[in-house]
């Protein structure tokens, strides 16, 4: 079915460490998007991959998508309390309209 | 946000009435869609449409219709609310097939 996983379901990191969330469709995806949320907010459009093995960077984001188009991972480097939020991927096929999302990492930076 | 308008913003109502939430643009966008939000699920798509008059069903559409019969507007029905149909709902729209989403406020629903 048309559905995307996506893990972990919450991180807790140290400001300054690391942080990485993977998405994943058990069919070829057309394209998949990402999407941050604040807390008490609606989700804001952050980019989109296309290519096969494309990687897109945004200052300390990382965005990667895989060779068969199947699965993608967000990578945040050295976090910052303004990272907090959650984080969605959400994906679309070739033969539909929709875009569906993963059910989303949450994640909390402690100072 | 500008461009996007949800309304109401804030809804309590009883088990078994009829609620309409309303999604209204003026970015002039083809596509617009319907999702509810809740913890340990996402987002979820409920219905969507990719034009005047046509609509098509989401992952959850049990429960809800839809109606658009002007681009700018986007109504969501939930013909008979029920206890499993509180949660927050966003509309969002997007210019075209697999386009970026922009999304609204959000409206928080609670059935009682």
């Known amino acids: 079915g048309q559905q995307v996983m996506q893990i972990p379901q919450y991180q807790h990191v140290q400001e300054g460490e690391d942080f990485t969330t993977y998405c994943n469709s058990s069919t070829t995806l057309s394209n998949i998007q990402w999407y941050k949320q604040r807390p008490g907010g609606h989700p804001v459009f952050l980019i989109q991959?296309?290519?096969?093995?494309e990687v897109k960077k945004q200052k300390r984001l990382t965005f990667q998508f895989g060779e068969a188009k199947k699965n993608s991972s967000l990578h945040i480097t050295a976090t910052q309390t303004t990272d907090v939020g959650t984080y969605f991927c959400a994906g679309s096929w070739s033969n539909t309209d929709k875009l569906i999302f993963g059910t989303g990492t949450r994640l909390q930076v402690f100072p | 946000d500008a461009g996007i308008t949800q309304s109401p913003r804030h809804k309590v109502t009883e088990t078994g009435t009829p609620v309409t939430l309303r999604c209204h643009q003026t970015?002039?966008?083809?596509?617009m869609y319907w999702y509810r939000q809740d913890p340990g699920h996402g987002l979820r798509l409920i219905h969507y449409s990719y034009g005047v008059k046509d609509t098509d069903k989401g992952e959850v559409s049990d429960g809800y219709s839809v109606s658009r019969s002007k681009t700018e507007d986007f109504l969501l029905t939930l013909e008979s609310a029920t206890s499993s149909q509180t949660s927050v709902y966003f509309c969002?729209?997007?210019?075209?097939?697999?386009?970026?989403?922009?999304f609204g406020n959000g409206t928080r629903l609670t059935v009682t």
């Open positions: 969002a729209i997007s210019p075209g097939k697999n386009s970026p989403l922009h």
């Open positions: 970015e002039n966008h083809r596509y």
């Open positions: 991959l296309v290519k096969s093995g």
